[in-house]
């Protein structure tokens, strides 16, 4: 059995110091890029295989010792601090972030570029001089003041560990945590399956599923192909969002469950005259307390938030800065909440009863929704 390759062997070999040989391998700023690079040909040429238990007692050991200050992360947030107020999500993912870093010895600190007269390229600098190295970018504002073109963000990237929430910044491509929502419509139309559903719809805005880059469709799309018993609605998902082209997707396709993303549609519903869950069910992808009234999933914001800074503490663990060459997604899966708009389907009327009763519902919803209430 060979001897295995040590810090010496490869020092002597480079002809470096040990230190020299320790830092280049932990990547770290210390040293310059060309003798990083020489010492790792050197280390790969010698087949060097670093011992994981001494790395993990080393990592232990830095990480242990008293800093003469709290060192901080970044929050940077694209939303104004009035609109984050009224934004559970946002305050959530926060949280998230904030209880993972002070648990790891870090402080967060929120930095807002909707301040007045800030760009990118100050906000880097203000990291810069606070000696901030690592940052948590949350979703872009919806319709916020600064808008970033084509999800583009331009920081200082060469200065940070960075990872994003979500997937609303696509330019650069960054390691990111995120909501697994392709899964998370998967189990909505199984429990609406369960409980009797047949003709489920999904009603969206584009922009809001263009977001999650299309995965609620695809989601949708998918549950739809692997379950020949539903009758096939056709998705809407419309870049003219509102009360008349839903309500006329409503009137064409009579779906008997709506899954959706927020709380207009179920207004909509209701001046049309349709109650929840005995006329329509409904459930929404992005649950919160907001939306207690509705059945859906809760995406775990707080759980995003802490992956987010868990991929930040070990891009900084491992002296990473920039850009990654092989972006990496943390996918947090959500979970089910059972609400009162979504319950089980009338049971069909027997044949006796059908002509009767049908016709009744059919003069009912015509009657609801051929003149639709607008706010």
Known sequence: MSRPVTHQMIAQRAGVSQATVSFALRNHPKISAATR????????????????????????????????????????????????????????????????????????????????????????????????T??????????????????????????????????????????RACHDNFSAL????????QLGYRRIGLAMNYKADERVNHLWIAGFLTSVHEHPELIAVPPLVAHTWGPEP?????????????????????????????????????????????????????????LIGAEAVNIVFGRLNRNERGLPENPHIVLVKGRWVSGPSLGRPPAPPSPADKPAIATRKKTARKRALSTPKTR
């Open 37 to 132: 690079q020489h010492v790792q040909a050197v280390a790969a040429a010698m087949n060097y295989r670093p011992n994981p238990e001494i790395a993990h007692l080393m990592t232990h050991i830095r990480s242990s010792r008293t800093p003469r200050r709290q060192a901080a992360l970044a929050f940077v947030y694209t939303q104004t601090k009035t609109a984050i107020r009224k934004d559970e999500v946002i305050r959530r993912y926060f949280e998230g972030a904030r209880a993972r870093a002070e648990s790891l010895g870090y402080a967060l600190e929120p930095c807002w570029l909707t301040e007045p007269g800030m760009t990118e390229e100050r906000m880097t600098r203000i990291l810069i001089n606070r000696g901030i």
């Open 246 to 302: 839903f309500l006329a997707w409503i009137r064409q396709h009579q779906p008997d469950c709506v899954i959706s993303h927020g709380i207009d549609v179920c207004e909509w519903l209701a001046d049309a005259g349709l109650r929840m869950p005995d006329d329509i069910g409904y459930a929404t992808v992005s649950w919160n307390s907001q939306k207690a009234a509705y059945a859906g999933t809760y995406q775990n914001y707080e």
């Open 186 to 193: 998967l189990d909505l139309m199984r429990q609406a399956r």
């Open 134 to 175: 690592g940052v948590v970018l949350g979703p872009l504002a919806y319709n916020g003041p600064v808008q970033f073109a084509g999800g583009a963000m331009h920081l200082g990237w060469e200065h940070f560990a960075t990872a994003a929430i979500g997937r609303t910044v696509v330019q650069p491509d960054l390691d």
